[in-house]
């Protein structure tokens, strides 16, 4: 399984550092991991981050279709949230977290339900925001790099948790470019 942790985590790698430039591309990227990870993370009974990676690999199909769409001569525009989005947003994703750590810690042999669960929908929301081109999704992907990599390191996957701690720099790095792009005027319309 490790070899296939190792290339899940090149292609994430690939991946978040195509979608801090904005670029489409990052998406066949993610789709070969996802589904790869998929399988990484049911041997590590990591059950949330299983079924997530069936999440991200709809949302990243519709990211693409997105993204497409919206591509422009400049790059791909993002914009910020309104301040009652972020709310709602923000209420909405605490809620799911609640909800379905607690639904994990009941009924399955998850080996972390809460905090398996925070990175979830954590990770939900962050992509969605991002296939939605918002700059919030950077603050969540840094929020869900930093709970990521203890646990990881503790389930043993090793590679999984390095490729998170560099993750964490290239969300800090994604913040910093949306950020540029979004006051330069490339929000969307």
Known sequence: MSQIEW???ALVLINVALVALRSVWNY????????????????AKLYSDMLLQGFFLVLNLYGLFAWVRARQDSGIPVG???TRARWVWGGATVAAWVGWSAAMHRYTDAAAPWIDGAI??????????????????????????????PLFAW?????????????LGLSI?????????????????
């Not at 066949?28 to 041997?43: D, G, I, K, Q």
């Not at 962050?126 to 950077?138: D, I, K, M, N, P």
């Not at 389930?155 to 993750?167: E, K």
């Open 173 to 189: 790095d994604g913040l910093i470019q949306w950020r540029r792009a979004a006051a330069a005027g490339a929000a969307p319309a």
């Open 155 to 167: 389930r043993g996957l090793y590679a999984t948790s390095a490729v998170y701690v560099v993750l």
């Open 80 to 82: 910020w949230l309104n």
């Open 120 to 149: 979830a929908m954590a990770s939900i929301t962050a992509q969605w925001l991002l296939a939605r081109r918002r700059v919030e999704s950077w603050f969540l992907w840094i929020f869900v790099d930093l709970i990521a990599v």
């Open 7 to 9: 290339l899940a985590a």
């Open 28 to 43: 066949p990227f993610a789709l070969v991991a996802v589904t790869l990870y998929a399988f990484v993370f049911y041997e």
